[in-house]
């Protein structure tokens, strides 16, 4: 929200003791720290790609590609 008082001491605070990896403050409407919030999620999801490669070793069928098309919708 423009205008909004963030607390940043705080959020790092409750991301440190949660152990989320950070926070960026976002915008869509604004498009404000959007596509450098997303970039930082995929380069912190592919840092475990031992996980996915775990995961697929275990069932795989479990990586299967889904093809998405526009008429299944979506949020944007």
Known sequence: MEG???DNEMLDR???EHNFCGWF????????NIDAAS???VEKILEHK?????AK???PNSFRP???TSDQGGCC
């Open 50 to 54: 031992d996980v996915f490669e775990r």
């Open 25 to 32: 403050d976002t915008s869509a409407r604004l498009n404000t």
């Open 39 to 41: 970039q930082f999620l």
């Open 14 to 16: 409750y991301c440190e």
């Open 66 to 68: 889904t093809e998405v």
């Open 57 to 59: 070793d275990n069932d």
């Open 4 to 6: 909004a008082d963030i």
